[in-house]
Nanobody, 127 residues
């Protein structure tokens, strides 16, 4: 079992920044990858960023490349999503998720590759 707890969401004006955190637990010897997803009302869930254990390779949706950065602190079992230059289109509920079985490639942005999900944290960007 893996538990994930997101934090760091909030309201910000366009152009601002937020840093989301995903604290994850579980077998420390099971190498899991972590992804960030978001879902806005009336829209499909979108994979935003993912990080793979070992080589820490990262993957980003085109919509956030150059603005968002995913990173991890293994000592704290926490993955971060630094979000800069936010715009109203970034408004959504953000979820982190953990998976074990996919390979390190852009398919890590697909939700079907994840086995455990957090409860989400709301990000609201006003113009």
């Amino acid at each position: 079992q893996v538990q994930l707890v997101e934090s760091g969401g909030g309201s910000v004006q366009a152009g601002g920044s937020l840093r989301l955190s995903c604290a994850h637990s579980g077998n420390p010897y099971a190498r899991k990858y972590i992804g960030w997803f978001r879902q806005a009302p009336g829209k499909e869930r979108e994979g935003v960023a993912a990080i793979y254990p070992g080589d820490s390779s990262t993957y980003y949706a085109d919509s956030v490349k150059g603005r968002f950065t995913i990173s991890q602190d293994n000592a704290k079992n926490t993955v971060y999503l630094q979000m800069n230059s936010l715009n109203p289109e970034d408004t959504a509920m953000y979820y982190c998720a953990a998976g074990f079985y996919a390979v390190a490639d852009p398919s890590l942005l697909r939700g079907s590759n994840y086995n455990y999900w957090g409860q989400g944290t709301q990000v609201t960007v006003s113009s």
